[in-house]
């Protein structure tokens, strides 16, 4: 998988613009052909959520719907998602940066 593919449900985190129906899925967008495929599933719905990537680590911050406080981890390598600790406060549509991640090991 290439890193600057983005994923359309992971972002927007629904089916459609409800948040009643918050999605699982992560889909792989490919900016070459036009078409995106299912790419993973989320243990937690969610919409509204935020993303971010390192190396092959996929951060997914907050959200409606099941957790708003949770993050969650995707290990690229190892195939895996992991709980983080959750935020002090629940965050929906907020942005997310990568600032200084040395030394962290998830």
């Known amino acids: 998988m290439e890193k600057w593919r983005i ?3 992971l972002i927007e985190g629904m089916e459609n613009s ?7 899925k992560i889909s792989e967008y490919d900016l070459k052909t036009g078409q995106s495929k299912v790419l993973l599933a989320t243990k937690a719905e969610r919409a509204y959520c935020s993303c971010v ?3 092959n680590t996929l951060f997914v911050i907050g959200g409606a719907k ?10 690229f390598s190892s ?3 992991k ?4 935020m002090a406060e629940a ?4 942005s997310a940066v990568v600032m200084n991640m040395e030394n962290l090991e998830f």
């Open 18 to 24: 409800d948040a009643k129906e918050a999605s699982n």
């Open 53 to 55: 990537s390192r190396g």
């Open 79 to 81: 195939n895996t998602w």
């Open 7 to 9: 994923a359309k449900e």
């Open 66 to 75: 099941d957790d708003p406080d949770a993050v969650d981890c995707f290990n």
């Open 83 to 86: 709980r983080l600790h959750s």
């Open 91 to 94: 965050r929906m549509f907020a």
